[in-house]
């Protein structure tokens, strides 16, 4: 099982990103997959996840994200829009195998991939 993220960068307030989580060893289809951020000397909060055709955001980013996913590509894309400084952060995928619904609890979930950093900055 892996998973892998990337797609990060540094862009201007306002601007927008695509990142990537890369998995391979599962089935998208029967798991739920969470994309969590972690900003220095703050703890790793969930950011949305996509589990049984059902998409979940955090209020923080709701408006302002869409996850989807390619399955021929075993890959889950989040798109973030209008980000803010506050947006900055490392930002990781997780997979939830059993339960697996939707949870924001990162101690729920069975396997991380490297995170990805995302700056907001002018």
């Known amino acids: 099982v892996q998973l892998q993220a990337s797609g990060g960068g540094l862009v201007q307030p306002g601007g927008s990103l695509r990142l990537s989580c890369a998995t391979s060893?599962?089935?998208?289809?029967?798991?739920?997959i969470g994309w969590f951020r972690q900003a220095p000397g703050k703890e790793r909060e969930g950011v949305s996840c996509?589990?049984?055709?059902?998409?979940y955001y955090a209020d923080s980013v709701k408006g302002r994200i869409a996850i989807s996913r390619d399955n021929a590509k075993n890959t889950i894309y989040l798109q973030m829009n209008s980000l803010q400084p506050e947006d900055t952060a490392v930002y990781y995928c997780?997979?939830?195998?059993?339960?697996?619904?939707?949870?924001?609890?990162?101690?729920?979930?069975?396997?991380w991939g490297r995170g990805t950093q995302v700056t907001v900055s002018s």
């Open positions: 997780a997979a939830r195998f059993w339960p697996n619904d939707c949870s924001w609890h990162p101690e729920d979930y069975d396997s």
């Open positions: 060893g599962f089935t998208l289809d029967y798991y739920a």
């Open positions: 996509f589990s049984d055709g059902r998409t």
